[in-house]
Each structure stands twice: as C-alpha cells, then as structure tokens.
C-alpha cells in the first residue's frame, strides 16, 4: 500500500456514491476465459504504474482487471479501497470464475526501493513467481507489516482455490519498469513463465 492515511471509503458502494465514474475513477475488465486473473485494484493514479505492469503481465493470454483513479494529485487514500474490503462488483465477478489472481500492488519506497514483496494464500505459486523474478535478476521478499495478503476476503485471495499471490512494487521500481519497455517485458514474462508452470489444481497455502 503506497501512503499511510487511512482509505476515506470502506467499500465501493460509499466510494460510487461520492465519485464520478469517468471523472474521478474508471474500471476495466477484460475476460479472456483464464484460469488466472491479473489485477490492479489501486491502478491508475492511487498507486502509479500498478495498472501498466498488471496489464504487461496478462498480455494476451489471461484475464485482466484495474480499478483506476483518473485524476493526478489526489491523496492516495481517496479512491484506496483496502484490499480484503475491495468489492467492486465486475472485479469480484472475473476473480472469483477463475482458479486464482495474481494482484499487482505499489508501496513507497521507504529505506527498500528495490524489492518486491511477495504475498498471499498461495504459498507454492508464490515461491514460482519468486523464483522467476529471481532468476530474471529482480529481487523478492516476503511481504510483512500487515502487507502478507493471508486475509481470505483479500481479493487476490477471491478465486474457487482461495488462495492467490500479491506483488508490492516499490515505487522506485514500477518507475524504472514504466520507463524502460524491455525491463517490463523481462518482468511480467518472469511472472507469466512462474503461472504457466503451475499445473492445474496445484495449491499449497500457507500455514
């Protein structure tokens, strides 16, 4: 989570009510009959660059999904729904028909511009996904500080397995990989290469 206020919504029906769809906020979704959903629950600009990294790592062969602030300046809490409150209706509908989601998040840098933090219930397509950043020279860590994604209402978590794996980018990070087109590619093949070795059924959640 980039920032620390708390969020000003605790779900979408309070934000639909204030917010302007088209003005102050956007959603897409685009359902390729995947088995895994990559999502961007804080994209545009509540946390910068998530959106064109989710979007890079579904390419053409999985289901996509952001919700998206459009307008630049705004407090990041604004538009942040906290992620095991998100229910945005057509993103909670594409999580939950398929077997997992891969959530794409950002964090301040902090003292840590450079790692990303590895989260959520699926602890073996984590590890994959770690290995595959790894190996693509990206460096992974496990998420803490309330950031580990293990809430089985976090929507990253919403698939018929119940389990799926949240990235937190740093935001040095995402701006390196927003402006350099071949580090991005390298990054989201990493992540495609982890799901598409993950045979079908595969689950093993952490304890």
Not at 29 to 57: K, L, Y
Not at 167 to 187: Q, V
Request: glycine share 12%; aromatic share 6%; charged share 25%.
């Amino acid at each position: 989570m980039e920032g620390s206020l708390a969020d000003r919504y605790l779900n979408f029906a309070a934000l639909a009510s204030s917010e302007r769809r088209g003005e102050d906020y956007d959603f897409r979704v685009v359902n390729r009959d995947s088995d895994v959903a990559i999502i961007a629950p804080h994209g545009g600009f509540i946390e910068p660059g998530t959106t064109q990294i989710a979007e890079a790592i579904a390419g053409h062969s999985y289901s996509f999904y952001s919700f998206e602030g459009l307008r630049t300046g705004r407090p990041h809490g604004d538009l942040h729904i906290t992620s095991h409150r998100f229910d945005e209706p057509q993103g909670v509908g594409l999580v939950c028909g398929c077997r997992s989601a891969v959530a794409i998040h950002g964090r301040a840098d902090a003292a840590d511009p450079e790692q990303v933090w590895m989260g959520g219930r699926n602890a073996k397509l984590g590890a994959r996904v770690a290995k595959a950043l790894g190996d693509a020279g990206f460096v992974t860590v496990g998420a803490s500080n309330g950031l580990s994604a293990q809430d089985r209402a976090n929507i990253c978590n919403r698939g018929t397995q119940g389990a799926g794996v949240q990235l937190e980018l740093p935001r040095s990070l995402r701006n390196r990989l927003i402006a350099d087109a071949e580090l991005l590619d390298r990054f989201s093949r990493a992540v495609r290469v982890a799901l598409e070795a993950e045979p079908d059924g595969e689950l093993e959640l952490h304890s």
